[in-house]
């Protein structure tokens, strides 16, 4: 069959796909929500655009989340 020496059954073979895809599913959604600070693994609580914020990488961030103004003001002090 194939040369699936391991295989026996062609639904052994689809079984371990969906594992895999469920994996890779899970993991995809990780990534979505964990902060976007290389090796921090902290789920995010803030949205900016498409990144996801922790309070300790970014304190400053208000209860409310970001808005235009906040970034503005943001951009303007490390501008400074």
Known sequence: MLGLVFIT??????SIIEG??????LAGVYHL???HEGGCHK???YRLGHLK??????P?????GVDAAHVA???EKLNA
């Open 9 to 14: 059954e062609w639904a052994s073979l689809v």
């Open 20 to 25: 895999l895809g469920g994996l890779a599913v």
């Open 33 to 35: 929500v964990e902060c």
């Open 43 to 45: 789920f995010g609580r």
């Open 53 to 58: 914020l922790c309070g300790d990488h970014h």
């Open 60 to 64: 400053e961030v208000p209860e409310g």
């Open 73 to 75: 003001e943001t951009h």
